[in-house]
Nanobody, 124 residues
Framework: QVQLVESGGGVAQPGGSLRLSCVAS????????MSWVRQAPGKGREWVSG????????YYADFVKGRFTISRDNAKSTLYLQMNDLKPEDTARYYC?????????????????WGQGTQVTVSS
């Protein structure tokens, strides 16, 4: 069965960096678009970033543009999110999400599998 396991979260100071990873198994990772989605306490989920199955096209929410970088290593079945210049408002649980095909997706109903998430807390 599909499994997505995130790691790399933790506590960072404002202006700091973290790198999230999502290891995938149970499906042909290189054939599917993937995204990162986050949920802050008391708020709904919001899409952060996504990319095509081959990583050729990458997309970002306005609030992370220039600070976060999404990437993937299809040989390792792993999705990454490099987060720089972190802000307190980036505090949330971050999830990786699998799309239904190799294209790019950003709406919740489009994703067919989710990981359990990894917590990111940005605080001084």
């Amino acid at each position: 069965q599909v499994q997505l396991v995130e790691s790399g979260g933790g506590v960072a100071q404002p202006g700091g960096s973290l790198r999230l990873s999502c290891v995938a198994s149970g499906f042909t990772f290189r054939s599917y678009g993937m995204s990162w989605v986050r949920q802050a306490p008391g708020k709904g989920r919001e899409w952060v970033s996504g990319l095509y199955s081959d990583g050729s096209e990458k997309y970002y929410a306005d609030f992370v543009k220039g600070r976060f970088t999404i990437s993937r290593d299809n040989a390792k079945s792993t999705l990454y999110l490099q987060m720089n210049d972190l802000k307190p408002e980036d505090t949330a649980r971050y999830y990786c999400a699998k799309g239904p095909s190799g294209s790019f997706y950003y709406l919740d109903p489009d994703f067919d599998s989710w990981g359990q998430g990894t917590q990111v807390t940005v605080s001084s």
